[in-house]
């Protein structure tokens, strides 16, 4: 390991939960996206506002023992990755807290928590949040045995109180009130745990960022047969168009899209489905809030969500079905409208389900860290957003931002999506971690996700960075 001072370094985000020891222990990945060297500090702190003590260890070097630190300061080359795990045992109890990442380059990452439950490993991913918003809404869903957690961080030296404001799938208002939290301190919950009004209902929680203050917060969604995964939180007043890029429907997969209004006006929105060849996708969906079905697939549905309300669609493709998969493009005009789709596997013991965030942005690159270690894999969802055909250039490099050798581009149609395990298409990932760099063709659009997919099946999806 080489170590560095954290002399000049700045905030590049938190992680809003972290998990060791128990039943839970977290891998966290960190990427360079720079073409020079960046310096990082991670800092970890527990519930209490206090630095956290982690067991650590480092995949990339040979050792073994773990490290017990609160800090973790070091280089990442250029192009290159940083992975730390925690090693709790099973006979420790569980710790929580969250991460501050600091840098003076281009670095981001997300963490993957996993908990090893009776039915099998569950992992759930928590992204590095770099945004200091007025408020976060966090959709939650407590029907059919469903329940949605939040964790919640403060990221200043000062404590603070969070106001919270709770309201059903139509903008009513359930109740007020306040989360209290040290400096730096953390918590985490089940929201009917201390929100009883919850129960029963779809619905959403703001969180207000206090004045003068910043949080970090990051939603938690349980199935009824212990299934986990994480819910990404919306910023209040964000931008409303956008794309998911996986949804599935039919044989052992469906698709929950959730859309919330974050404005006070009402919103028209409108969502489009297109399949692997570009063609518009004909899915059965239903509406839960209204229990209502359509009579018949539609490739697109227009809506008008109420101010600071949500709609929520369901895929209904049946286990005799074909899998159909594709992608989501969301436009809306008039409130601001933010959201993402959860799709589940039932494959393996247990429901597996992973979520896939509304995408935004149209950086120069995509990255996506991937891990074919341990019996792990990765796999890539990919949308061409324009209606011009894309060839998109891939460059691949292991863990220390070496190339693993030219790597064939990805040829899309208009509107095309492809989905694929990296090393059927890239077999030089196999037994590496490493990093699967997406550039954007000149004059297009491209949404990418990552999906993780553990030795005992469990998956999740892990963001990409924006380079």
Known sequence: ??????????????????????????????VNTGTMAAQVSLNFYGDNGSTLQLPLLFPQTSSTAPLLASTVNQTIGAGAELVIQTAGTGSQATVE??????????????AVFAWAAATGTQEAVVPVENQNVS?????????????????????TNQAVSVP???????????GNAEIPLAAYAHTSFMLATN?????????????????????????IRAAPDGAITTVPVLAEGAVSNGSMAQVASGGLWNTTITLVNTSTTAAQVGLN??????????????????????????????????????LLIETAGTASQATSEGWAQLTASGGNVGGSAVFADTTVAGVQEAAVPVETRNPTAFVLPFDYTGGYQTGIALANLSNQTATIPVVLRDSTGTSLGT?????????????????????????????????????????????????????????????
């Open 195 to 219: 929100y009883p009004a919850v129960a029963g209902r779809f619905g959403a929680m703001e969180l207000d960022t206090p004045s003068g203050g910043q949080i970090s917060a990051l939603g």
């Open 97 to 110: 807290g969250w991460a501050q990442l600091l840098t003076n380059g281009t670095v981001g990452g997300s």
């Open 407 to 467: 790597a064939a581009p990805i040829s899309l149609p208009a509107h095309a999506h492809t989905s694929f395990m990296l090393a059927t298409n890239y077999p030089a990932v196999t037994g590496i971690l490493g990093t699967l760099e997406l550039d954007t063709p000149t004059g297009g659009q491209i949404a990418a996700l990552g999906i993780r997919a553990a030795p005992g099946g469990a998956i999740t999806t892990v963001p990409v960075l924006a380079k």
């Open 1 to 30: 390991m080489t170590f560095a001072a954290d002399t000049g370094l700045v905030s590049a985000g938190s992680m809003a939960q972290l998990a060791s020891g128990g039943l839970w222990n977290t891998t966290i990945t960190l």
């Open 273 to 310: 489905f297109y399949g692997d060849n570009g063609s518009a996708l004909q899915l059965p969906v239903t509406f839960p809030l209204s229990g209502s079905t359509l009579p018949e697939s539609v490739s697109t549905i227009n809506q008008t969500i109420g101010a600071e309300a949500q």
């Open 164 to 174: 919270v404001v709770l309201r059903d799938a139509t903008g009513a208002s359930l």
């Open 135 to 155: 408020a976060y809404v966090l959709p939650f869903d407590y029907t059919g045995g469903y329940q949605t957690g939040v964790a919640i961080a403060n990221l």
